[in-house]
């Protein structure tokens, strides 16, 4: 069983809607979680990190980690044709380094004007 | 500011022949890790480095060697090519500090036949 899991998608929404990806995981001595946005043929490229639990806002995304459950989540608001991509999480031990980092599969999300 | 860069981007190799992967970084970062990306799958990483002369193996480093005689420069080994080793490979540096972003590369794209 893989220590992050990830729904591959894709995931269709229509301009405008609400995107929610989550993850989840299995090992409890992650405290560091990460979203990457990586758009095809391209590196992966960090959008949002957060430590512990709790939930933090940058413009029109919004990371939730909720350790309780081992779920992480990321929403997309206002969702435009230029968030057309894979998305991934990523999380780390507090005791790795941050360049040690487990991923999941990644969403693939499909925005239609 | 160049960031990370990988060569080459596309190669074609035969089973069995030998190749290696450059990786080449202009920000002075302590941390550099090289991943693979395979469908469904993630990434993964191979091997990883926490500064010149030091590198540790990762999750899936079987097959492969690397070395860091420089901080800027990680390149990665394929000793005996097999066709197991199709993938897409991404190298990524980062600060030491915890919160700093990790840049990826752009990928290189191989294809063992």
């Known amino acids: 069983q893989k220590e992050v899991e990830q729904d591959p998608g894709p995931l269709s929404v229509p301009e405008g809607a609400i995107v929610s990806l989550n993850c989840t995981y299995s090992?409890?001595?992650?405290?560091?979680f990460m979203w990457y946005r990586q758009y095809s043929r391209k590196g992966p490229e960090l959008l949002m990190y957060t430590y512990s639990s709790g939930n933090k806002e940058d413009g029109r995304f919004t990371a939730q980690v909720d350790k309780s459950s081992k779920y992480i989540s990321l929403f997309i608001r206002d969702s435009q044709p230029s968030d057309s991509a894979t998305y991934l999480c990523a999380m780390s031990a507090l005791t790795d380094s941050w360049g040690k980092l487990q991923f999941g599969a990644g969403t693939q999300v499909v925005v239609t004007p | 500011n160049a960031g990370v860069t990988q060569t080459p981007k596309f190669q074609v190799l035969k089973t069995g022949q030998s190749m290696t992967l450059q990786c080449a970084q202009d920000m002075n970062h302590e941390y550099m890790s090289w991943y693979r990306q395979d469908p469904g799958m993630g990434l993964r990483l191979i091997h990883y480095?926490?500064?010149?002369?030091?590198?540790d193996q990762g999750e899936v480093p079987n097959g492969y060697n690397v070395s860091r005689s420089t901080t800027e420069d990680f390149p990665l080994r394929l000793l005996s090519a097999a066709p197991s080793q199709t993938s897409v490979y991404f190298c990524?540096?980062?600060?030491?500090?915890?919160?700093?972003?990790?840049?990826f590369g752009e990928g290189s794209w191989l294809t063992v036949v």
């Open positions: 990524a540096s980062s600060s030491h500090l915890w919160g700093n972003t990790i840049y």
């Open positions: 480095s926490v500064g010149a002369g030091i590198t």
């Open positions: 090992n409890s001595a992650f405290q560091y």
